[in-house]
């Protein structure tokens, strides 16, 4: 194997199996030509010479490693222009809108996260709604556990397209924000 950064995978590859494969078959070549055993002294030493002058030959005459070495270059700078959308993103108060949208910024505290308390209820539910209260604020867990079977359990039906229903609701919610 040679120095240079090759691997030692390379020089098994394209070394070391190819000189056992020519020895193993010289090796083989003297025992069914002389008539001896495999294992006999004759043909393991022919196949060892064959192995060694295969593997001094690939490694003596194989190949060189890279020949051309790679000059440094420095990478250059790329400049580019920024878009009218890109330059009024820079400009913005982002915190700002974002607040104004209602969202809170995080806050950096040490102290143990607050628990996430899901009190947003539903002022009224329509006859027709398609919005289910699963749960009552006083069931116990078999009560809840007894409604989410009697939920799982019930045939399926194809739910109606309610594409306008959607629509409505996103308008609706789009308001609400404004």
Do not use: C
Request: net charge negative; no cysteine; charged share 25%.
């Amino acid at each position: 194997m040679k120095s240079g950064g090759e691997s030692i995978i390379w020089a098994l590859a394209f070394e070391f199996a190819p000189a056992v494969i020519f020895g193993a078959a010289v090796g083989f070549a003297t025992a069914i030509w002389t008539g001896l055993p495999l294992f006999d002294v004759t043909p393991v030493a022919s196949g060892g010479a064959a192995f060694g002058a295969a593997w001094l030959g690939l490694y003596t005459f194989g190949s060189r490693g890279r020949t051309f070495q790679l000059s440094e270059f420095e990478e250059p700078q790329v400049e580019f222009e920024r878009s009218p959308v890109g330059e009024l993103l820079d400009e913005a108060d982002i915190v700002g809108i974002v607040e104004r949208l209602g969202a809170a910024l995080p806050r950096e505290t040490n102290s143990k996260p607050e628990e996430l308390e899901l009190d947003d209820v539903l002022p009224t539910i329509e006859p027709e709604s398609r919005v289910v209260q699963l749960f009552q604020s006083t069931d116990t867990a078999g009560e809840m556990q007894a409604r989410i079977d009697r939920h799982l359990r019930a045939p399926r039906q194809a739910p109606p397209d309610a594409t306008q229903e959607l629509h409505d609701a996103l308008a609706a919610l789009r308001r609400s924000l404004r």
